[in-house]
């Protein structure tokens, strides 16, 4: 059984800079696709990257390019998430998941599309 443990998060300053990480085990991964979502209070969760877990390509929702970085160390199966020039409004629990289907329809950004979903870390941005 897939799991996903995610951490990292924690209270960073406005223009600071925090690397989140997603630790999975119980699979096999290189049919997968590996993303990250947020969702802040009383919003719907949304979309912020994912990496195909083979031959790494990369996606990214418009509002994060250029300050957030998805990765991956297949050695130790963890995805990391590097996000820099963090504002207040990145404020939000950010989630790691994992699914098979986005590398068949390619609909990265869709949540019903993955199937394991971690648990979730806080991060919280003052301004």
């Known amino acids: 059984q897939v799991q996903l443990v995610e951490s990292g998060g924690g209270l960073v300053q406005a223009e600071g800079s925090l690397r989140l990480s997603c630790a999975a085990s119980?699979?096999?991964?290189?049919?997968?696709?590996m993303a990250w979502f947020r969702q802040a209070p009383g919003k719907e969760r949304e979309f912020v990257s994912a990496?195909?877990?083979?031959?790494?390509?990369?996606y990214y929702a418009d509002s994060m390019k250029g300050r957030f970085t998805i990765s991956k160390d297949n050695a130790k199966n963890t995805v990391y998430l590097q996000m820099n020039s963090l504002k207040p409004e990145d404020t939000a629990v950010y989630y790691c998941?994992?699914?098979?289907?986005?590398?068949?329809?390619?609909?990265?950004?869709?949540?019903?599309?993955?199937?394991?979903w971690g648990q979730g870390t806080q991060v919280t941005v003052s301004s």
């Open positions: 998941a994992a699914g098979m289907k986005p590398s068949i329809t390619g609909r990265y950004s869709l949540t019903s599309e993955y199937t394991n």
């Open positions: 119980g699979g096999t991964f290189s049919r997968y696709v």
């Open positions: 990496i195909r877990w083979a031959g790494g390509n990369t």
